[in-house]
Nanobody, 122 residues
Framework: VQLVESGGGSVQAGGSLKLSCAASVYSLNRYCMAWFRQAPGKDREGVALMGRSGYSYYPDSVKGRFTISRDSAKNTLNLQMDNLKPEDTAVYYC?????????????????WGQGTQVTVSS
């Protein structure tokens, strides 16, 4: 069971990045999947959730700027991030949930990728 993120990097404010998370062994469609981020000195926070049916949820901090999607053929989870702001700078993680109900709570996720750095400069 492994999740591997890619696509991080450095971008100026207003720019875009797309993160991808590749899963081995199991189908992402069977699980709640989410993206979290952790900035230096801050708690890890959820930024996007995708449920089994394709339902998506975003907190207000990223709503309208971030889009989560799933490519079933490639078994990958994506996060398109547009109009990036310096406060989006963080290490981004994809995670697989272990609950029947999909929520954006860190404790509901038991499998994590290694993280990918996103840096947004002003």
């Amino acid at each position: 069971v492994q999740l591997v993120e890619s696509g991080g990097g450095s971008v100026q404010a207003g720019g875009s990045l797309k993160l991808s998370c590749a899963a081995s062994v199991y189908s992402l469609n069977r699980y709640c999947m989410a993206w979290f981020r952790q900035a230096p000195g801050k708690d890890r926070e959820g930024v996007a959730l995708m449920g089994r049916s394709g339902y998506s949820y975003y907190p207000d901090s990223v709503k309208g700027r971030f889009t989560i999607s799933r490519d079933s053929a490639k078994n990958t989870l994506n996060l398109q991030m547009d109009n990036l702001k310096p406060e989006d700078t963080a290490v981004y993680y994809c995670a697989r949930g272990n609950k029947a109900v999909c929520r954006l709570y860190q404790a509901d996720y038991d499998t994590w990728g290694q993280g990918t750095q996103v840096t947004v400069s002003s």
